[in-house]
């Protein structure tokens, strides 16, 4: 296929199951001749590799032959693409508007300064049973990792995701590159998706302490790259007190490991901050600031 004009991109890791569902959810989409679908598979041991040989050679498969993370597989895909639009997606979440591609691409050509959407998104184990929402789109700060379409010429104008924080903040990354380009990014609503994802399970998990050592740590690198210097100490005593305040003091230990730990993390990554660092001007801080921020969840009593 030469340069289509839709690309689907997904990163996956041993979780066969929920890429299989997904797939079996986007067919119709893999079927079209303007759509190309290209997975990363990041160091599984669960034979997704065999299963996507097997069932679906049609779609381009490439490999991590060991773990390289989230972030950098998603540099690998969008250095892959031709195409105009590229959509990312978890390999864990399906659409459930049924043409979804039709609704992205009149929105770009309605909209040239936009470099990016992200779509609504459901979250939960089945899909909601009410779809409609009076929501319009809008402008905000950043947008969902595993759910949004870029506009591949906005990805090549700024640099691409950092890999060294391995797993969260890559979109906020972005956004703030976006924005010092003067590109914007968009809520769709109009584009609804199901992340097949329980939130109140997700502090059960194993990783939990790791999620949120993560978490802690890339929203400080962010501080550290693209915050005015006088805005940081406030900003990092805050985040630090708030964590202590709402998990430390309730006796969720695993939260004070998370981070003490991502500040050494913080410590040892001071040379690639200094490297990467764009910091926003006073008056690009303050009209960052004033932007919608980011909708990350829908829910049904939205509608």
């Known amino acids: 296929m030469i340069n289509p004009t839709f690309s689907i991109l997904i990163t996956t890791k041993n979780r066969k199951s929920d890429l299989e569902f997904t797939l079996v959810k986007i067919q119709h989409l893999l079927l079209r001749e303007d759509v190309e679908c290209i997975i990363c598979d990041d160091g599984s041991t669960d034979d997704t590799v065999v299963f996507l040989q097997s069932n679906y050679p049609e779609i381009r498969l490439i490999e991590n032959k060991k773990s390289r993370g989230l972030i950098f597989s998603r540099n690998r895909l969008m250095s892959l693409t031709n195409a105009e639009f590229a959509l990312s997606i978890d390999d864990d979440l399906h ?83 976006l924005f010092k380009k003067k590109w914007e990014v968009y809520y769709l609503p109009e584009v609804l998706v199901n992340h097949r994802v329980s939130i109140k399970d997700r502090k059960k998990d194993k990783d939990y302490s790791l999620r949120l050592r993560r978490s802690l740590r890339s929203g400080w690198y962010l501080y550290f790259l693209f915050y005015p210097i006088a805005k940081i100490p406030r900003k990092i005593a805050y985040s630090i007190w708030m964590q202590f305040k709402l998990k430390v003091f309730k006796g969720d ?4 490991k998370a981070i003490v730990l991502s500040l050494f993390d913080l410590l040892f990554s001071i040379p690639k901050i200094i490297k990467n660092a764009n910091r926003l001007s006073k008056e690009e801080y303050k009209t960052y600031q004033k932007l919608e921020e980011t909708k990350l969840y829908w829910r049904q009593e939205d509608k």
């Open 253 to 256: 230990f695993k939260a004070l």
């Open 95 to 177: 659409f459930i508007t049924h043409n979804p591609l039709g609704i992205i691409e009149k929105a770009f050509s309605q909209n040239p300064k936009i470099g990016l959407f992200s779509f609504r998104i459901f979250w939960g184990l089945e899909e909601p049973k009410i779809t409609q929402c009076d929501e319009v789109s809008h402008r905000m700060k950043s947008f969902a990792g595993g759910a949004n379409v870029w506009r591949m010429s906005a990805w090549r104008d700024v640099p691409e995701y950092p890999a060294w924080f391995v797993f969260y903040g890559e979109e906020d990354f972005a956004s703030y590159q």
